[in-house]
């Protein structure tokens, strides 16, 4: 199974805009990019997902560079309420079952 | 969250014991998963139910760690003689009706924290 590759942790000031990297340099064409936050004490929550074009929503934005071996989450401007951990996980056409979540990028909002 | 219920919230038990973890899904939903997480860790994976499709429980790390779903509903995960290195917090997530496998949005419960003396 394709995996990703994202930094331990990150920081970003409050009302900043904040770019989390993910490499996945073995993803296959059919493979979608996903990316999950986890909340202090929750379980993981969707943020938003992609394949080739990059992808708004009211949560953040999804940035896929041109061969899809990396993507980049981001959000506009930091809150603290954005203190989390991000995970990118692929998810292929077949629908994998087996979910790769890894260790994520843990995000520190500086106030 | 979001139409998953898990319980207990939080399981001390001792060594050796059995355990059980309870996952509660809204109706339909078309996928249930169990995860593993331990402290600073990330999601293992631990077993995945779809239709009446076997169950793929690749991810069971062994023979002690048994999981059954009822139907479309509740799911349990069971852990026969726990040991110390089963703390951990388990995770149930369900995959909503009408979400496609490879897009759709997995929702997951808040967990049960299980702490093994």
Same mark, same amino acid.
Request: net charge neutral; aromatic share 8%.
């Given at each position: 199974?394709?995996?990703?590759?994202?930094?331990?942790?990150?920081?970003?000031?409050?009302?900043?805009?904040? &770019?989390?990297?993910?490499?996945?340099?073995?993803?296959? #064409?059919?493979?979608?990019? &996903?990316?999950?936050?986890?909340?202090?004490?929750?379980?993981?929550?969707?943020?938003?997902?992609?394949?080739?074009?990059?992808?708004?929503?009211?949560?953040?934005?999804?940035?896929?560079?041109?061969?899809?071996?990396?993507?980049?989450?981001?959000?506009?401007?930091?809150?603290?309420?954005?203190?989390?951990?991000?995970?990118?996980?692929?998810?292929?056409?077949? #629908?994998?079952?087996?979910?790769?979540?890894?260790? #994520?990028?843990?995000?520190?909002?500086?106030? | 969250? %979001?139409?998953?219920?898990? @319980?207990?919230?939080?399981?001390? /038990?001792?060594?050796?014991?059995?355990? *059980?973890?309870?996952?509660?899904? =809204? @109706? !339909?939903? $078309?996928?249930?998963?169990?995860?593993?997480?331990?402290?600073?860790?990330?999601?293992?994976?631990?077993?995945?139910?779809?239709?009446?499709?076997?169950?793929?429980?690749?991810?069971?790390? @062994?023979?002690?760690?048994?999981? *059954?779903? $009822?139907?479309?509903?509740? @799911?349990?995960? /069971? =852990?026969?003689? /726990?040991?110390?290195?089963?703390? %951990?917090?388990?995770?149930? %997530?369900?995959?909503?009706?009408? !979400?496609? %496998?490879? $897009? !759709?949005?997995?929702?997951?419960?808040? !967990?049960?924290?299980? /702490?093994?003396?």
């Amino acid at each position: 199974d394709a995996k990703t590759t994202q930094p331990n942790s990150m920081e970003s000031n409050e009302e900043e805009p904040v &770019h989390l990297p993910c490499n996945h340099s073995t993803i296959s #064409g059919t493979d979608y990019i &996903h990316w999950y936050r986890q909340l202090p004490s929750q379980g993981p929550e969707y943020v938003i997902h992609g394949l080739t074009s990059n992808v708004n929503n009211r949560m953040a934005s999804l940035a896929i560079a041109e061969d899809r071996k990396s993507s980049t989450l981001i959000l506009h401007r930091a809150t603290l309420r954005d203190a989390a951990v991000y995970y990118c996980i692929l998810r292929d056409r077949a #629908g994998a079952n087996n979910l790769f979540f890894g260790t #994520g990028t843990r995000l520190t909002v500086i106030p | 969250g %979001a139409g998953v219920s898990q @319980s207990p919230s939080n399981k001390v /038990t001792e060594k050796g014991k059995d355990v *059980e973890l309870r996952c509660d899904p =809204i @109706s !339909g939903h $078309t996928a249930l998963y169990w995860y593993r997480q331990r402290l600073g860790q990330g999601l293992e994976f631990l077993i995945y139910f779809q239709g009446n499709s076997a169950p793929d429980k690749s991810g069971l790390p @062994s023979d002690r760690f048994s999981a *059954e779903r $009822t139907g479309e509903s509740v @799911s349990t995960l /069971t =852990i026969q003689r /726990t040991q110390q290195e089963d703390s %951990a917090v388990y995770l149930c %997530a369900i995959l909503r009706r009408g !979400g496609f %496998a490879n $897009t !759709g949005e997995l929702f997951f419960g808040e !967990g049960s924290r299980l /702490t093994v003396l």
